[in-house]
C-alpha cells in the first residue's frame, strides 16, 4: 500500500520562522527530559497509548486536552487543542491485526495535515533538524553572505516501488561502464556531436576545447586519471507502470550530500511520529555523501601513489560558481574528504582558477603554490559559466594536466542530450555496453528520443514533429543544456517547433525531442523557507555512482546513493537549486 503524504483537505500554509528550541534536542542526547512528544526509539504500551499502540508524538493519538506520561521516562505531553479526525482503529500497532504499516503512516500523515497543530510542530521539527545537521542552502543575501535556510525539503517521504527502486540501483554499474566506454570514443563524441555544434556555440566551444588537448591527452593516455560522479534521473511512467530515464548527469552531480541527510530527517520525523520497526526498514538508508568522498579519496591516492606525493601534499580543487547558493551540499564533500582521507580542498572559480594556476612542464597543475590531484567541475556546466576567454583558457589548462578530472571534458561531451538520444538508436547503445545483458537492461530505461538534425531530408523525423505540433504535450523539446529551465513545453514547443519547421528545420540541430514521461501523482506537503504547502506533485529519483580509472584499470566502480526531488504537478521543470523543487527521499511499497 502506498503511504498517501497528506489528507485530500489542503493545509494552509504554516509558518514557523521561529521555531520552538524545546523540540531541537541533538539525537546524540539519549537522557530524558520533559517534551511535547515522546523520543522517536520510545514504543512502549502504556496507558497512554492505548488508541494504536504508539507514542503520544503519534498524532493518531491526540484526544484531549489532558497531560499523561509515557514510562518510566515521564516524557510530557500537553495537548493545545483538540484534533480533528487524527484517531486511528486501537488495532494497528505492528504485529497486530488491522491495518499495515503503510496504512498506519498514510493515517499519521492525514491527521497531521487536517491539525494545523500537528502540522506546525511537524514543520518546525523538520526545519530544527535541518539546522541543527547541516541541510541548508545559502539564504542568498548581500550581507551577512553566509547566511543560511534550510533546503528545500518535503516534509514525508514519498512512496515509491521498492522493486523498481532496486532495479534502477542495480543499473548504476552498467551506466558507468558504457559512459566510460563512450567518453573514450573521441571519432564517435565529435561525428554525433557535429550537428549540434554548427548550430550550438557552447557545444561548439567544448569541442573545440577537446580538440585543441588532444596531443597532451593522446600522450598520457595509458596514465590518463578519471573520476565520474554520475547521477541517472528516472521518472516513473504511468501509462506503462515503467521506469524512463530524463537524463544522465556526467558534471557537477549535485544534491548527494544533502540527500544522504533528507533520509535521516524523515527517519527522524517518522520516528517521532511513532514509526514502526517496519515502517523505518522501508525508508532506505543511503551515504552518497562519503561514496562521493571516498571515490575522491581514492583518485587523490592513486594520483599521490604515481607521483610519490603524500595526500596531505596534493589537494582537491572544487571549480565553483561565484555566488553559489548550493554551497553547503558542496562543503559537505570538502568537510568529509579531509575527515576521511587528509586530503585538502581549495575552493576556485573558473576564473581565480586560471589566475592562479601554473602548468609545468610535466602536466603537473599547481594552484597557489599547492599541487593539484583533483579537479571536480560543480561549475562549467552553462555558458554562464565562461564570461570571457579566460574562463575557457581555465577549462584547457585543467585538460591539459595531469591531475584527474571529475569530469574530463570527453566525460562531459558524453553526457550531452545529443548523445543521449544517439544512444537510443538501434544497435547504439550495443557498442558501448559492457555486455549485451547490460545493453538490454539500458535499453529499457529509454524513452523515445528523436534527433532533429535531419527534419528537411528524413519522413521519420517529419511525422514525428508534425505529431508534436498536433499533440505538444506528448514531447519535451531540449537544447544542449544543464542545469534546468531549458526546456520547451506545451504551446512554447509548439511555436518553436512549427517556426523551425517552416525554416527549413534551421536551428534544430542543437535540440533533441523527448518523449514527456507521465508520472503518478502524489499529495505532498512542501516546506520552504519555513512554510508549509500542500499540493499534487510530481517525483523524479536520481541514482548516484562512481567510477576510477586509472589508464586502462577501473579502480572502483560502484554505486553510491539516491535522490528523490519532488515538484508540484504543475511545473514543467524540476531543479531545486533552480527553484522547482524540494528534496525528497522514498519510501519503499
Known sequence: MFLHRAASQVAAPVSVNQPSMRRSTPESQQGPEPCNRAESGDRRMSAATQTCGRPLCCPANRTTGQRRSVGPCQHQWEHRRPARSARLPPSCATGQAGPSAAAHMASVAAAVSADAAALQELVEDAVVWASQHGLLVGAGLAEPSCATVHAPLALLPVPYPRETFLRAKAAALAFNAMIDAVAQDEEYLTTVLAAAAQEDLFTARLLQVFRETAAERHARREQEGVLAVLRSDYMLHAPTNSLLQVELNTIASSFGCLSTLVARMHAYLLGRLGASEAELAALPTHNAMDNIVDAMGAAVAEYCSAAGCSNGEAVMVMVVQPGERNAYDQQWLQTRLWERHGVCTLRRSLAQLVAEGELGPDGTLTVGGRRVALVYFRAGYTPDDYPGEAEWGARALVERCDAFKCPSVAYQLAGAKKIQQDLARPGVV????????????????????????????????????????????????????????????????????????????????????MQRIQPPVNRSIMVRLGQAAEADTLSELGVYSTFVRRGGRVLLSAEAGTLVRTKAATSDEGGVASGYAVLDSPLLV
Request: glycine fraction near 14%.
Open 430 to 513: 550495443e557498442r558501448y555496453a559492457a555486455s549485451s545483458v547490460d545493453a538490454q537492461l539500458l535499453r529499457s530505461f529509454f524513452a523515445g528520443l528523436w534527433g532533429l538534425e535531419d527534419l528537411a531530408g528524413s519522413p521519420e523525423t517529419q511525422a514525428v514533429v508534425d505529431d508534436a505540433i498536433a499533440h505538444p504535450e506528448r514531447y519535451v523539446l531540449k537544447p544542449q543544456r544543464e542545469g534546468g529551465g531549458n526546456n520547451y513545453y506545451g504551446n512554447a514547443l509548439r511555436d518553436k517547433l512549427a517556426a523551425a519547421r517552416a525554416a527549413g528545420g534551421a536551428g534544430l540541430g542543437a535540440y533533441i525531442l
